[in-house]
């Protein structure tokens, strides 16, 4: 039996019209091809679907069946157009985010708290779990968008720039690497480094001071939360170095200092990558601009 989606909007509009005639202004059709269309419809099944000596016209036991299976399938299709509706528009679409950068939650909730108020009909979720294999999941299309520092040529993938920022040095502020004016890589030959838990090769101070320098810490200690690392650093049990807007309000804390990284610092770029081809979608274009602005807001002195 070959039921297309007029059958059940047939079917449903003669139930709530209860006769033909009524059935056919509200399918903008004429009664006469209703008719043909029922009769088609019964032919196929192979049994009545309304019992017509009732009056008004009522649904035979097939019928029901039929309108049961209306009932729940035309809603579902209504949804399926008005979402492609806004899939069009620009106005829906999915925005799943993984993220090779630990400290950029501090950033990306602010941008997300904006980016929702203006697109609540986009599915946003975030996906820490897939660090490691994040651009593969890019171009896989099992994640749109990629925070990262360090951009790749990728076919089909645009790393876009958002800003600059600085990795900045950490330490209590009766830490004896206080009194320095700046840090240099042989500063930490005798240090705990506190880090996030990622690869060493995702962090800013081995991949662009220590690794580079050819120094080892004393030890490293892994934290997952950035308020615990500023707890122990504070506590003297170790130093660290994080992104110049997670230490926008330890600069005025009286229990820390921050210093450069070399006497020049160093200045990094946050990416986000994305499909090149969806770069345009009006929503992911603004979740682009948000990304380029509230972070820098975040950078500056409190």
Known sequence: MHVE??????????????????AAEILNITQSALSHQVKGLEDQAGMELFARRS?????????????????????????????????RAGKTGRL???????????????????????????????????????????????VDVVISSDPEAIEGVTFNPLFDYSPVFVAAARHPLAERPFISA???????????????????????????????????????LTAVILLLVASMRGVAVLP???????????DFVTRPLTETGLTRRLY??????EIERPYMAHFLKLGREIPVKLQRPA
């Not at 399938?73 to 899939?87: C, D, K, S, T, Y």
């Not at 929702?116 to 599915?123: F, G």
């Not at 779990?129 to 299309?141: I, N, S």
Request: glycine content about 4%; aromatic content about 8%; some cysteine.
């Open 244 to 254: 110049d807007w997670v230490v926008r309000d330890v600069r005025s804390n009286a």
């Open 272 to 277: 986000a990558a994305t499909r090149s081809d």
């Open 96 to 142: 799943h985010i993984a993220i090779e950068c630990h400290a950029c939650f501090e950033w990306l909730f602010p941008v997300l708290e904006e980016f929702r108020k203006a697109w609540p009909d986009v599915d946003v979720d975030i996906r820490p779990g897939l660090a490691f294999d994040a651009l593969p999941a890019l171009w896989k299309e099992e």
């Open 5 to 22: 989606l007029r059958h059940l909007r047939t079917i449903k509009a003669i139930h709530e019209a209860g006769g033909l005639a009524r």
């Open 55 to 87: 009056k008004p016209l009522k649904l035979s036991a097939a019928g029901l069946r039929m309108l049961r299976t209306a009932e729940r399938v035309l809603p579902e299709m209504a949804a399926l157009e008005e979402e492609f509706r806004g899939l």
């Open 186 to 224: 042989e500063d930490f030959r005798d240090q705990i480094l506190i880090t996030y838990p990622v690869a060493r090769s995702k962090l800013d101070v081995f991949s662009q001071l220590l690794m580079p320098g050819r120094v080892e810490p004393l030890g490293i200690r892994q934290v997952e």
